[in-house]
């Protein structure tokens, strides 16, 4: 790529790095004057047949928008443009001179606390745009944060979401209903390997890297909790203040749910810290706190491991295993974490994410015992039941995995993928109605659920369930529905009106008044029929077959106000102005108040002496000769 221009005018001059999403170079924008610097990434979509591509094509558009929109922030780099070439990815972006954390980040040196809280509220301010603009990050660490030379305010770079364009095979065939799992070991919290990324995961990582900066100790050295999953991170740093570190722990705590929930509620704490006024203690510096532990042991299930043997060994597995699953090396990195649960048995950190590694490999029987294993621990960890879920329902379990489901819903009400997940069991057993009504409950929890509202309505397709795509409004399908069924009953009276009904919503007259023919062709006494009918055919200023079929709604319900008021208007539009009085006066029987018809009455009525008077002026009579 060296010394090569793409785009016609990024010329390459510098390898900056990559990794499995693709590669970043240094370029110059030769069209512009003075040929300035900006950043190029490349992006290698491995995808199988031309409609992969087309798809990977739409997802790069779409990543692109929303960069283009993100760029909008000062402290996030602009994208000046995108495009594909040779069946590869560009995205061209503002370089931005300055420094990256991770370089200055460096090993058993702390940063002081006000400079800690500082760098975090920065980084949280930019996170709350991004979280407005409904996006999340995915990706954030040291090497993704550079602080800008000019004005040292720190930038947010490389999105997640883009990094899957390039690092993924995109397969039609196989759906997955959760999100890939974009992100970087030791940074990542528990819901997005699973592939359940939320704001509050942003908030997580921010806070490892805080962490990380108050400790001087990147996050694969760090302890947690082996029964609860929390970090164990006090220990690593003499003087903090209580207040700093419970915000801390708050940004990082294990389950989603007891942390900050955005950017903008962990901005706000740390609010109060901006002022120097905040305490600060001493704690036990590391030495002193593991000379304590040596002194006690560590009970792990049935065994009893020294803590040193639980330091040292445990956490070096377990670190090799989570950067041999970074790589996608899921095979090895089971091996790991298998070493790890030697050590300790009641290790559901390891468990699950042994459980996600079998499930990476398609192994599912395997997956589905180590989620069981994580239960075992942690009888309410929701995702452990959901990803259990997940994989008997590829084992074709389905009753287990419903169980699995109805857990997370007990645990998690308001668990809309639960929902959804629950209503594609339902499906594959064969219980639609109850798997439209999980699919239901889906898209009232959140309304903007779109792989809740297709999964709906392909069941209702199935089904043929028109009246409720109709009721719906998935007009186009509850078409396709009728079709499927006139084609086997070409006599289905009520398939015709459901598909007049939906050819109508989306203005297709002419083919639903055909539709509606259909219909009074068949049940000729149908007065719904024939008032769909006799309306469109007056939407189409067919007005003489529009009174007929007025008429004959007129003569099945003769005190059908509308259906004389109606007919009335048509005759009106025809000038047949004494027809259409009488129509009126007829509707007014039916209801004196009826006031449209009433001005339809006067109106008709003025139009009539307006047409006599200019009869009789036209009117001559004979010309008589004298003889």
Known sequence: MLGTTIGGRYHITEHLGGGGFGQTFLAVDRHLPGKPTCVVKQLKPQVDGQAAWQAATRLFDREAEVLYQLGNH?????????????????????????????KTIKKNVCFPEDEVIDFLQDVLSTLAFVHEQQVIHRDIKPSNLIRRQHDQKVVLIDFGAV????????????????????????????????????????????????IQMLTGLSPSKLRYDARTGELLWRDRIQTISPALADIIDLMVRYDYRQRYQSAVEAMEALQVLASPKHDTVILPTVNSAVKSAQRDQLSLGDRTVPPAKYSDAHFVWFE?????????????????????????????????????????????EDAASSYQRVIEVQPNDYLAWFKRGKALEHLKRYPEALAAYDKVIQIQPGNYWAWHDRGQVLEHSGQFDE????????VNLKPDFHLAVESRKQVLMTQRKVDQLYHLQHYQEAIAACARTLRDDPSDANAWLMQG????????????????????????????????????????????????AYAKVSQLQPHNQWAWHDRGRSLEQMQQYESAIAAYDQA????????????????????????????????????????
């Open 74 to 102: 000062d402290q996030i780099p602009r994208l000046f443009a995108h495009f594909e070439e040779h069946r590869e990815f560009y995205l061209v972006q503002e370089f931005v001179e300055g420094r990256v954390l991770n």
């Open 163 to 210: 990094k899957q364009i390039g690092s993924q095979t995109i397969n039609l065939e196989e759906e997955s209903t959760f999100t890939i799992a974009v992100g970087s070991s030791g940074y990542m919290p528990n819901e997005q390997l699973a592939g359940r990324p939320r704001y509050c995961s942003d908030v997580y990582s921010l806070g490892i890297v805080g």
């Open 320 to 364: 090799r295993a989570d950067e041999l699953f970074q790589q996608q090396r899921y095979r090895k990195a089971i091996e790991c974490y298998d070493k790890v649960i030697q050590i300790a048995p009641n290790d559901y950190l390891a468990w699950f994410k042994r459980g996600i590694a079998f499930e990476n490999l398609h192994h599912y």
């Open 435 to 442: 798997a439209v009504e999980a699919y239901d409950r889906a």
């Open 501 to 548: 009904m939906a050819l109508e919503n989306l203005q297709r007259y002419r083919e639903a008044a055909s539709s509606y023919s259909k219909v009074v062709k068949l049940q000729a006494d149908d007065h719904i029929a024939w008032f769909k009918l006799a309306a469109l055919l007056e939407q189409l200023k067919k007005y003489k077959e529009a009174a007929a």
């Open 588 to 627: 007014l029987r039916i209801n004196a108040e009826f006031e449209s018809a009433r001005d339809g009455r006067l109106r008709s009525l003025a139009q009539l002496k307006q047409q006599m008077q200019q009869d009789s002026v036209s009117y001559r009579p004979p010309t008589q000769y004298v003889v």
